[in-house]
């Protein structure tokens, strides 16, 4: 079973414009929430995250937010731009700090973001 | 990735043979991931390490082992290589385990 699901396999925005990606997670034992980003031939490279305690984090023009109730979160990108262009992964943890299962990401299928100019 | 490096990058093996893949980190962390990339899946848990000797199976385990008999390298073995197991394999390393990951730049492996 898939217990993070990114729905939208791609997503077309203008250059400027806000990006908005999606993320549910059926698993209530997760605590933790990351994005990453991935290029072509390039390993993921962590972007932002947010902890089950908070419902919105910021960093520059990224923003997390979450919903618990939902189980959902969402990565806006305000303003988008060209090289935002890459594959977007959503990811969960559970556990407690410094245990054998501590820090096990699952991860969603990716969304691939294009930015147009 | 500074501190982290797969190799080999790229291989094409035979269905059959065995093959092993190394991950090595400069970091001193204490946890290593072996992950799996496919379309329509994301990334896949193989096997992960807590420790030096320290194992133990993730959600895609079969067909796969795993060894780190020191901090710096973790290895990921297919003992009988299938067509299924063509995927791109990252490696990543964590110290906390909870503020995210360093991936490596993948190695892709090929079975025919």
């Known amino acids: 079973d898939q217990q993070v699901k990114q729905n939208s396999p791609s997503l077309s925005v203008q250059e400027g414009r806000i990006s908005i990606l999606n993320c549910d997670y059926t698993n209530s034992m997760f605590d933790y929430f990351l994005w990453y980003k991935k290029y072509p031939a390039e390993g993921p490279t962590f972007l932002i995250s947010?902890?089950?305690?908070?419902d919105k984090n910021e960093d520059g023009r990224f923003t997390v937010f979450l919903n618990k109730s939902a189980k959902h979160l969402s990565l806006h990108i305000v303003p988008s731009q060209p090289g935002d262009s890459a594959v977007y992964f959503c990811?969960?943890?559970?556990?407690?700090?410094?245990?054998?299962?501590?820090?096990?990401?699952?991860f969603g299928q990716g969304t691939i973001l294009t930015v147009h100019p | 990735d500074a501190g982290i490096t797969q190799s080999p990058r790229h291989k094409v093996t035979e269905t059959g043979t065995p093959v092993t893949l190394r991950c090595h980190q400069t970091e001193n962390h204490r946890y290593m991931y072996w992950y799996r990339q496919d379309p329509g899946h994301g990334l896949r848990l193989i096997h992960y390490?807590?420790?030096?000797?320290?194992?133990d199976k993730g959600e895609v385990s079969d067909g796969y082992s795993v060894s780190r008999s020191k901090t710096e390298d973790f290895l990921l073995t297919l003992e009988s290589a299938t067509s299924s197991q063509t995927s791109v394999y990252f490696c990543a390393i964590s110290e906390t385990g909870r503020h995210g990951y360093t991936f490596g730049s993948g190695t892709r492996l090929t079975v025919v």
């Open positions: 390490s807590y420790g030096v000797k320290d194992t």
């Open positions: 947010i902890s089950s305690i908070k």
């Open positions: 990811a969960a943890s559970s556990g407690n700090a410094g245990g054998t299962s501590y820090g096990k990401l699952t």
